[in-house]
Nanobody, 126 residues
Framework: QVQLAESGGGLVQAGGSLRLSCTVSGRTPDRFALGWFRQAPGKEREFVSG????????KYGDSVKGRFIISQDNAKNTVYLQMNSLKPEDTAVYYC???????????????????WGQGTQVTVSS
């Protein structure tokens, strides 16, 4: 029994910031990866960032590198995505996902992730 819950989405102006949270509940392994993906209507789901929950290894998509920061609070079993310098093209539903088989650098592919949250909407106005 594993559940992922995202929060923190909202409406901001271009140049603003948001912080998304993803909390994992249920039975988890000691080391796994959490990834953030985003999807706008009519577009493919895109990898944003990922982190290995135990080792702290991180990865970022090219479109967000230098603007977004992924971090974790293991005591709370929560991963955060700090989004800065937001652009209208960042508008999407943001999902977190867990890959329980990942021991190293998080994958940017969708298929390795077994569990997915319901998503949280991020809208960036011009």
């Amino acid at each position: 029994q594993v559940q992922l819950a995202e929060s923190g989405g909202g409406l901001v102006q271009a140049g603003g910031s948001l912080r998304l949270s993803c909390t994992v509940s249920g039975r988890t392994p000691d080391r796994f990866a959490l990834g953030w993906f985003r999807q706008a209507p009519g577009k493919e789901r895109e990898f944003v960032s990922g982190i290995n929950r135990n080792g702290g290894l991180t990865k970022y998509g090219d479109s967000v590198k230098g603007r977004f920061i992924i971090s974790q609070d293991n005591a709370k079993n929560t991963v955060y995505l700090q989004m800065n310098s937001l652009k209208p093209e960042d508008t999407a539903v943001y999902y977190c996902a867990a890959d329980f088989q990942r021991l190293g650098l998080p994958s940017q592919l969708r298929s390795p992730y077994e569990y997915w949250g319901q998503g949280t909407q991020v809208t960036v106005s011009s």
